[in-house]
């Protein structure tokens, strides 16, 4: 099959995204060319605006236009309980049940020995750091029931165990393997409150 040069070009920047294959990518393309120019403008400014002022807090690396985030610069949020989790989206999601009102700490990914990621990639540092200035009574771990999950929720309880923090692992009550990502707000809720201490 053959697709003019600015148009294959296209295709294959979708074909790029996570789970898009050739076929949705020619959708995607297809879609882009019969939107009007100033839609695309507008796209292409969006994608360049995001890129440009999203970044992460220095304090809790959330993704976020401001530094430090909303979470952090909200002093009606407990800061004595940290909630780690792997990355932004899982900060959304436990947002979204509206039952948490402590701190995150996002790591950026988990430990993942097939994909070469150890501890040292992830931000482990900056959570022990602010374990010392913050001193929290409490920090639960918002892992996924993974394999890379339960290797960073062992790495993790051991280094901050030590340190006599209370440290909870949220409850799944869902088939080992599902996603923090995708669990609805009633799950995570129950999730969270039923806690429990690693
Ligand atoms: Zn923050």
């Known amino acids: 099959m053959y697709f003019t040069p600015p148009l294959a070009r296209l295709i294959e920047e979708f074909q790029k995204f996570p789970g898009v294959g050739p076929k949705s990518a020619q959708r995607m393309a297809f879609f882009v060319l019969n939107m009007s120019t100033q839609d695309v403008a507008n796209l292409s400014r969006v994608l360049v605006d995001a890129k440009d002022k999203v970044k992460h807090c220095s304090n809790c690396f959330h993704l976020s236009a401001n530094d430090p985030c909303e979470i952090c610069t909200n002093d009606k949020r407990d800061i004595k309980t940290i909630c780690v989790v792997a990355d932004s989206r899982d900060v959304i999601s436990l947002e979204k ?102």
Do not use: M, W
């Open 97 to 198: 049940t509206l039952e948490y009102r402590g701190s995150y700490h996002v790591l950026n990914g988990l430990i993942s020995p097939l994909e070469g990621r150890g501890p040292e990639q992830l931000r482990v540092r900056e959570l022990l750091q602010r374990t010392g200035s913050q001193e929290p009574k409490e920090i639960i771990l918002a892992i996924n029931p993974t394999i890379e999950g339960d290797a960073t929720v062992l790495y993790l309880s051991s280094l901050l165990k030590p340190l006599s923090i209370k440290i909870t692992r949220i409850a799944f009550g869902l088939p080992v393997g599902s996603d923090l990502e995708f669990a609805d707000e009633v799950t995570l809720t129950r999730a969270l409150e039923g806690r429990r201490e690693v």
